[in-house]
């Protein structure tokens, strides 16, 4: 194969209780990405449409990512890429992942599947380092996983994929407000109390026993984050009334999406995920603020080649 | 019924990276107890062998587990119960939780089950708050649904029994000091950094995760403690040359058994259970402490009537 076009899914970070380590990958939001062989070494991007980001082979998290990729391989050509890019930077739903996962992806496919997910993980989060400083690894993780992910621990890398309910949709609504993940983990705070931790911990290990069980009742009873989204929640315009709505509609949980500013919420059923969205929709147009809204089902193949 | 004799089961809480929310279950150490129907109101303890513990109802953590249920009861009658302790109070393998939970549980079977576990570990947090000030469930919930449990949250009590990989073993050592749950809870510190608490939150859910998929790599690398046994191992002689012993000898992972002192180690399989009992042991007797060891299979029962 020469030539592939994948989708770059969107991914949700977080998922509440699971601060930088769970994320969860989504179907029907996501960038276009057509990845080429070449003779000539070296990455380049030869267009982007949708977004004015940076064309620059070192400046862009996909080439940074397929650099990373590329110094690892005996390939001795190079690639070109065409970025068709849907989901908006800084909007909270794993931009800047999507290019980084979708770009390594689409390249060991062409290589022949030389390289693990966890690999391909390790060089997609270079991507991640030039678009926030920090080479998390919570949205490339699902994007090339697909379904839930856990971030176990970095040292080494340690990704746990997590089976997927399969009633679960989500709903995303991004305000179209731009916050920086960097300026968004500036604010917050470097210690928490104990005693919130247990909680959170208690959370995130209730969350996962819900996946593995299927349990709806019990992911909504671990859906709660006292750790972050009480600091970052104030960045984001009607989040507590989008929250208290989207759990009045039905929302087995909700929350902030990454670092914001998009709000995530989790349903049972397609449907209840669509009233979700309308609540949230309600919300953002009583107080006059524009916003997309997606509502997803789990994407359980992550990154994948379309025709 | 009129009388019951039942095995109450020492059990390891916390278990490394689920500080105050996991615990499980041991089969081969606990106490015995019967308790019989009285027609006289109220409860009496009217035998304690093995260990020197108060025999006033209102001083005795079985006595106050046994009011709570009583309380909540339309019983007109009462209970006696002959206690036949060999779990060492202070040993930080639940020994006042064996008491409490099983107390409650033989009650509620001579009474004809009206309670649901999770009202039994409400009625046993009683018990807990006698021994140590805080009503936790870490221990009794183990004991009363049998292996691996988490406490999701209190707010209201949120049990969420795991599942418990068939090849697991415990080891768990004493060694013959004492430390009391409430001075061991006072050297914690209130805040923990919120970098530790991302370490802790992936290690639960990679071992949550690693219970449901029976994956022992994945418990062995989750069974790590950045947050309290760095303090609290201080207070236990010999602690990091116990643990790099016992990991030496195959263990999964090792760690402080609920407040301590006793460190507890899972394996797979009772062989190198065994083989981590006599590293520990080796340790203990070149330094001249006094110990008692434990192998045990978990028991997935919890609490269970013997004959």
């Not at 968004?184 to 931790?197: D, E, H, V």
């Amino acid at each position: 194969m020469e030539e592939i076009k994948v989708f770059c899914p969107a991914t949700i970070a977080n998922l509440s209780c699971g601060f930088d380590v769970l994320g969860v990958a989504l179907d029907a939001v996501g960038d276009e990405m057509i990845v080429r062989k070449t003779e000539e070494k070296g990455i380049r991007i030869t267009k982007i449409t949708g977004q004015d980001l940076p064309a620059a082979t070192e400046k862009n998290v996909a080439g940074v990512a397929g650099l990373a990729l590329l110094d690892k391989t005996e390939y001795t050509g190079g690639f070109e890429i065409e970025i068709y890019k849907k989901i908006k930077p800084g909007s909270g739903i794993g931009s800047s992942a999507a290019s980084s996962a979708g770009a390594v992806w689409a390249m060991n496919t062409l290589l022949g599947n030389p390289f693990s997910a966890s690999e391909l993980v390790e060089f997609a989060m270079e991507g991640e380092r030039l678009a926030s400083d920090v080479a998390h690894a919570d949205n490339v993780a699902p994007a090339l996983f697909g379904g839930f992910t856990l971030v176990r621990g970095y040292n080494p890398l340690d990704i746990v994929p997590l089976p997927t309910p399969k009633e679960l949709y989500a709903t995303v609504i991004h305000p179209q407000i731009e916050i920086k993940t960097s300026d968004s983990r500036k604010i917050l705070k470097t210690n928490i109390t104990l005693q919130k931790g247990i909680q959170q911990w208690g959370n995130l290990g209730g969350l996962v026993a819900g996946l593995f069980q299927s349990d709806y009742e019990l992911i909504s009873r671990s859906l709660e984050d006292h750790v972050v989204e009480p600091i970052r929640s104030i960045l984001i315009p009607g989040f507590d009334d989008i929250k208290s709505k989207s759990l009045e509609a039905g929302a087995l949980g909700c929350g902030i999406s990454g670092s914001g500013p998009s709000i995530f919420a989790l349903s049972k059923s397609e449907d209840t995920a669509q009233k979700v969205a309308q609540a949230m929709e309600r919300v953002y147009e009583a107080i006059d603020v524009e916003f997309d809204v997606h509502v997803s089902p789990i994407n359980e193949l992550g990154v994948k080649q379309v025709f």
